[in-house]
């Protein structure tokens, strides 16, 4: 594995797009804000998509019944 210079390699994180809710978030990561700022280190943690949570930037489930999106990834073409 070769890495860019100031790269350091770093565990597996998984960012799950929850249907009508918030973005799973787990794995070793540092949550900062726009000034670089980091929030506190959690194992993991949901990201708030609908902007309804009065915890941002965490999910609080305040979406429930008010946001709905179900994103999937495309699937592959046959032959990729």
């Known amino acids: 594995m ?13 960012i799950k797009v929850m249907d009508n809710g918030g973005l799973r978030v787990t794995g070793d990561v540092e949550l900062i804000d726009a000034e670089g700022n980091a929030f ?4 993991a943690f949901s990201l708030c998509r609908c902007g309804l949570s009065s915890n941002l930037p965490y999910c609080d489930a ?3 019944g008010k946001f709905t999106s179900a994103v999937r990834a495309p699937k592959p073409s046959e032959g990729e």
């Open 40 to 43: 506190p280190a959690k194992p």
């Open 62 to 64: 305040s979406h429930k």
């Open 2 to 14: 070769t890495f860019q210079k100031g790269w350091l390699p770093v565990s597996k994180v998984q």
